[in-house]
């Protein structure tokens, strides 16, 4: 219990539970995607872990631990590779998504630096794996993956079998040591090769160039490495001894070129924001034509020795900026709309498509949302249409190419019902029900459910529970043992969590993280059957129309009586702590920022701020408590100070963030 007493916030313990579920969930996570290369989950979902993760961690920092995955960049050493400290930390890149973005970035620059403008360094940012590659004396002796920018893996003699790396830097004198650093990728032609030769041996083809990569470079056998179309362009140099580098990075890279290194020849030296953003379109209109993935490019202050006054922040410098491109859509073919039938009863129409490649995946099915979507965007069968797939959430149809549509395309009409329509909810509610991350039910799988559902075994949740082994044997392909085992798995589901139950039950507008909210919120189900919408608003990031959903659910008698049936199968959870936003430290605080933060986006200092149970707005009103003073500040700031409402500085937000106890008093001590 010393972490308690240590605690700036009384932590109870089902943070303390919260917290170890999300660092093993993404302990897990990482794993999956830096060390297998087979990730589970969308970068999104990951996001959003990391996010809670790092708001619980600020919010009660005494149960912050120096292993915890906020305080890597994220990837585990694999046990095949020998693990590696870098010379020196390789960083990330911070992103820019607007003009804007990169204005703003500029403008750190320039206030930092006190000049008028920034000569930049303009790259593209492939999209591959970062690699240092160390040289003694002019031979490579060793070459590393980033791993978690600390420390990577081994991949030498991997790397070694990459024809466009150097074994030896050629020159009369090389340096006693020099990093080289970069990013190895594979092309398109390469990988449409590789792919190829994949289904010729019967082999799993890969599902991007990325994905192809990654799974050469981290081969056990360096044979099957040297098979692979691996390439590489440098962007960087990190240690280096016994060789005096330009100060410029620009002319770094052209150096880098002269002594044998494969380096891009997108390159340019840039004078300030309207060169940096003409390049940004420029590439961006020949991204397509490139014949590599590139998601954007990055932009770096070209003078090291600025590059050294302006330094980092956390693991990313404040030198660079990596202004990423929208997402790719592609043109593609609609051969059918058909409707599907969701849990909560609700029809979704969903487009199939003639296969195309889209931002890194073969894409056949789009979401249409619902007749709404489908309407306001008239897809037709047989239209021509642009796909777009953004990082990995659902693809969807942007809109139609109406000069390429035939006269025979006539508008879709959605159906009021469908065939089968009770059938399939029900089964898609069970699917839900069974899931991971619902009651999670080992060895339910959608198959077995549909077999229930149709030979009339199972009407209902509830019913999962009354099923016998020898029933379930009768089951087409299912043996005694794994009857036997499915009737553990059902019975084991048993004992879950509230948040688990209700996300099971597949109330409308109710994922996991409001389930999450809803349980810790009212402690108890009782409480929570008879919330009226109004004390349903009050759970936080709850609005009306969820609350409405909620409270329409709970009110039906059908699905009271089944709810009282799964109760009575006897489904248990242990006793919720009661968290209500009241009991967070700065509840009732109304808070506004202005101007930019150099360690944080306002977005974080906001999300931070609201994970301690302040409200963050707009505008600066007589209902603010507190204002928070970035640098170049609107008139945000002057209006506090007309209001008399107190300011902080960043620094000043940083102590409040820290250590939240006594808000009040420490604002007091620390404002403007
Ligand atoms: S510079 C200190 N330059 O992007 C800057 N990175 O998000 C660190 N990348 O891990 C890297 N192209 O794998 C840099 N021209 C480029 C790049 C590039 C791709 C990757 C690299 C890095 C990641 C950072």
Request: glycine share 8%.
């Amino acid at each position: 219990m010393q972490l308690r007493r240590l605690c700036a916030m009384p932590a109870d313990s089902s943070i303390e539970r919260r917290i170890a579920e999300l660092r093993a969930m993404l302990d897990y996570h990482n794993h999956r995607y830096y060390t297998l290369d087979d990730p589970e989950i969308t970068d999104t979902t990951y996001d959003t872990l990391m996010r809670e993760l790092s708001a619980l961690e600020a919010a009660y920092p005494a149960l912050k631990t120096t292993d915890s995955p906020t305080e890597r960049v994220g990837g585990a050493v694999a046990e095949t590779f020998s693990p590696v400290t870098h010379l020196l930390p390789m960083l990330s890149l911070n992103n820019a998504f607007s003009p804007q973005d990169f204005e703003e970035f500029d403008q750190r620059v320039r206030s930092k630096l006190g000049t008028e403008t920034v000569i930049y360094s303009a790259e593209t940012k492939l999209d591959g794996l970062a690699i240092s590659l160390v040289y003694e004396h002019g031979e490579l002796v060793r070459a590393a993956t980033r791993g978690d920018g600390e420390r990577g893996e081994d991949v030498t003699s991997n790397v070694r079998t990459i024809g466009s790396i150097p074994r030896v830097i050629r020159q009369r004198l090389p340096p006693a040591l020099m990093e080289v650093r970069g990013e190895i990728y594979i092309d398109h032609a390469g990988f449409k090769r590789l792919n190829a030769a994949q289904r010729v041996r019967q082999e799993k083809a890969f599902a991007n160039p990325r994905n192809a990569a990654a799974g050469s470079l981290r081969q056990l056998d360096s044979n099957v490495t040297a098979s692979r179309p691996l390439t590489i362009f440098c962007y960087g140099v990190g240690a280096c001894e016994g060789l005096l580098l330009p100060d410029s990075h620009f002319e770094c890279l052209q150096l880098l070129g002269a002594m044998g290194f494969r380096i891009s020849p997108e390159s340019r030296r840039l004078s300030g924001v309207s060169e940096v953003l003409a390049y940004h379109v420029g590439m961006l209109e020949r991204r397509a034509g490139l014949g590599y993935d590139i998601d954007g490019v990055v932009f770096k202050v070209d003078s090291r020795s600025a590059q050294e006054i302006l330094g980092q922040v956390a693991k990313a410098p404040r030198w660079a900026i990596a202004y990423k491109f929208p997402p790719e859509e592609k043109m593609t073919r609609v051969v059918a709309i058909d409707v599907q039938v969701g849990r909560t009863g609700a029809l979704t129409p969903v487009a199939r498509l003639e296969p195309v490649f889209v931002g890194g995946v073969t894409v056949t099915n789009a979401t249409l949302h619902n007749a709404d979507e489908l309407h306001r965007k008239d897809v037709r069968v047989g239209d021509t249409v642009w796909v777009r797939r953004a990082g990995d959430v659902i693809p969807e149809i942007v809109s139609v190419v109406l000069e390429a549509r035939g006269s025979e395309a006539v508008p879709f009409v959605m159906p009021c019902t469908v065939p089968g329509q009770a059938q399939s909810q029900l089964i898609q509610s069970l699917v839900h029900f069974a899931s991971r991350r619902a009651m999670d039910i080992d060895g339910l799988g959608d198959r077995l459910i549909e077999n229930f559902v149709q030979s009339g075994l199972i009407k209902s949740p509830a019913d999962l529970y009354k099923l016998e082994e020898a029933q379930i044997a009768e089951q087409e392909r299912l043996g005694q043992k794994s009857a036997a085992n499915l009737v553990k798995a059902i019975r084991e589901s048993r004992r879950t969590t509230l948040a688990r139950f209700l996300y099971a039950l597949g109330i409308r507008e109710v994922g996991e993280a409001t389930a999450r909210q809803l349980a810790s919120y009212f402690g108890n189900l009782d409480a929570l059957l008879v919330a009226s919408p109004e004390e349903l608003e009050r759970v936080p990031d709850i609005g009306p129309a969820v609350a409405g959903s909620i409270h329409a659910f709970f009110a039906n008698p059908a699905k009271r009586t089944e709810i009282d049936a799964l109760l009575k199968a006897e489904i248990t959870w242990p006793e919720v702590q009661i968290q209500r936003a009241a009991a967070l430290p700065l509840a009732g605080w109304t808070v506004v920022l202005t101007g930019s933060l150099a360690t944080m986006t306002r977005e974080d200092a906001s999300e931070k701020l609201r994970g301690l149970g302040a409200k963050t707005t707009g505008s600066v009103s007589a209902k603010t408590k507190l204002v928070i003073v970035g640098d170049e500040p609107g008139n945000k700031a002057e209006r506090a100070v007309t209001l008399g409402i107190p300011r902080l500085d960043e620094v000043g937000l940083q102590g409040l963030l820290a250590a939240p106890t006594d808000p009040a008093q420490f604002v007091i001590d620390h404002q403007l």
